[in-house]
């Protein structure tokens, strides 16, 4: 492996909440020095003044669409996405077709990541076969083959106990359940969040209580099993609360929020662009300022992208026919920066805990830290770069996204796997 010398960077490490000004020498895959003024002669050097030198970025909640949905998305192109957007390790969710409920289709999906060569993949398996809610999948052999975790992302179980006997499986082999929550029969045909929006749209709501009422249950379910849970894409205010009272009890409990969520409100929506439709629904002023203070206290742990890619046929049929979903990963930092560390929510540290070394502790990976010795999964991130996001511009397929023209703040000027450069602006 060749030397890769990363010079004049502002060196940001969540491991121990430090920022400091110096170079970054890469040796074997691995940050071998940091210190001011590396005198090094490398093969590759890396000129990161005015910029964050951090870890990599880990999200927990992608969606690459492979195998089955090829035209949405591939490894590949979501890998290319990922990397375009500083993310050096994606969690892939398992609602895919076929779904991931067997250790052969976990097997697939590594193998295709491996032989990209660019972020890494940790694939989840499904919780039930076919997400269909009727029969646990073989999660021990899932386990075997790598998954980080479980999951029947894109629905809840509805049957409690057998969500239950899946908590308890995933407490003897300690990997946390990812819990999509949504109480479908409370759904009733919703597309946007249950608002004055909704009138002014024309269009059928989604209450809180869809998302809280599961939030609730998998938490006394977790207390119960003893299992680690985590919160995907938490929306509301009422989960932030839950939240609050779960950690101030000791439940083994984490949750994520999503750009999306903290940005934008139903209010936001201009008319039927189903671009903004995802699921959970954007909601209103009151919970994202719930969302943001979460953030902030440290009562969410983990910011993710939901990337969920499709097609513009798909996205251009409307709010009532379109499937949800809107692309993340590209977007994401440039939406933090701006809308969380520029406001004063997060300090550039904290950006760094919520997308790197927090996703890095809940899944158990050697990560999330920049610090000799330490894997070198690292992203060269100027924080004063400003542009108007322009989706012909993504690596994904995925072109959907509500942010088209915004202005923001932030850039990945380049991305480390390993100790190699897969990106450079």
């Known amino acids: 492996m060749m030397l890769l010398l990363i010079k004049n960077g502002t060196v940001i490490n969540p491991g121990d909440k430090t920022q400091k000004e110096a170079d970054v020498l890469v040796e074997n895959g691995a940050v071998k020095k940091i210190a001011p003024n590396l ?11 005015g910029c964050y030198v951090m870890p990599g970025f880990i999200d927990m909640h992608v969606h690459l669409r492979d195998p089955g949905m090829e035209q949405k ?18 969690v892939a969710m398992p609602n895919t077709k076929p779904v991931v409920d067997n250790p052969d ?5 590594h193998n295709k990541a491996q032989d990209v060569g660019l972020a890494h993949v940790l694939q989840a398996g499904s919780i039930t076969k076919g997400e269909r809610g009727e029969e646990l999948s073989d999660i021990e052999g899932m386990v075997e083959a790598g998954i980080p975790g479980i999951s029947e992302d894109g629905r809840s179980v509805m049957d409690a106990r057998l969500c239950r006997e899946a908590m308890a499986i ?7 359940i990812f819990a999509h929550c949504e109480d479908i029969h409370l759904v009733d045909g919703g597309v946007v969040n249950q608002d004055g929006n909704a009138k002014r749209l024309g269009l ?7 998302e809280d009422v599961i939030a609730a249950r998998d938490m006394i379910l977790a207390r119960e099993t003893g299992a680690a849970l985590h919160l995907c894409h938490c929306s509301t205010k009422g989960s932030v609360q839950m939240m609050k009272f779960a950690k101030e009890t000791g439940l083994r409990v984490t ?7 903290f940005t934008l409100t ?5 008319g039927d662009d189903a671009n903004y439709k995802m699921n959970p629904p954007l909601r209103t002023q009151e919970d994202v300022d719930a969302l943001k203070a979460g953030l902030r206290d440290g009562i969410i742990d983990v910011i993710a992208t939901d990337h969920a890619p499709h097609t513009a046929i798909e996205k251009g049929e409307g709010f009532r026919r379109a499937p949800f979903g809107i692309t993340g990963l590209e977007t994401a930092a440039a939406l933090v920066m701006t809308e969380l560390v520029g406001n004063g929510f997060l300090t550039a540290v904290q950006m760094a805990e919520k ?3 927090n996703p890095a502790r809940i899944l158990g990976l050697d990560k999330g830290v920049v610090e000799e010795g330490k894997p070198a999964d690292l992203v060269v991130f100027d924080p004063n770069r400003e542009y108007a996001i322009d989706p012909a511009d993504f690596y994904s397929k995925g072109k959907n996204t509500p942010f088209a023209g915004r202005r923001v703040r932030g850039a990945v000027m380049a991305t480390v796997v390993d100790g190699r450069v897969v990106y450079e602006r």
Not at 73 to 89: D, S
Not at 266 to 270: A, F, H, Q, T
């Open 266 to 270: 139903s209010s936001d929506i201009p």
């Open 170 to 176: 995933a407490a003897k082999y300690d990997i946390p």
């Open 255 to 261: 949750a994520e929020a999503c750009p999306h969520h």
């Open 73 to 90: 998305e591939t490894v590949e192109t979501g890998l290319r996405a990922a990397v375009h957007g500083g993310f050096t390790t994606v």
């Open 355 to 357: 997308m790197s070394y």
């Open 105 to 109: 289709v976990v097997r697939y999906v």
């Open 39 to 49: 005198s090094v002669k490398a093969e590759r050097v890396i000129d990161a003044a």
């Open 204 to 210: 059928k709501g989604i209450s809180n209580s869809v």
